[in-house]
Nanobody, 117 residues
């Protein structure tokens, strides 16, 4: 059974930083060739892609977080990271990790990030 477990969320003041981690276990595919990403969902809003990283290390970011968030991966440890700086109140959401093995997608349970103004 594939599991994605996120960690690193919490309560932080505006302007602060957090580093989220997502560890993948039970996956029998080749994670080196899969894309991974972080999505978020705020109360009353749709889930949105925050950052994605391809098998070749290429990245893409939501415009609202560019320059403040960096996604990276460590394939040897089956882990993807999301480093967040200068957090804003509007970054408050549940953050979900996703592994894409097209057409299959695997999702974590999410970790709450709350930014106080």
């Amino acid at each position: 059974q594939v599991q994605l477990v996120e960690s690193g969320g919490g309560l932080v003041q505006a302007g602060g930083s957090l580093r989220l981690s997502c560890v993948v276990s039970g996956y029998t595919g080749d994670i080196d060739i899969d894309s991974m990403g972080w999505h978020r969902q705020a109360p009353g809003k749709q889930r949105e892609l925050v950052a994605g990283i391809g098998h070749d290390g290429s990245t893409n970011y939501l415009d609202a977080v560019k320059g403040r968030i960096t996604i990276s991966r460590d394939n040897a440890r089956n882990t993807v990271f999301l480093q967040m700086y200068n957090l804003k109140a509007e970054d408050t959401a549940v953050y979900y990790c996703m592994l894409s093995d097209f057409p299959q997608e695997y999702w974590g349970q999410g970790t709450q990030v709350t930014v106080s103004a």
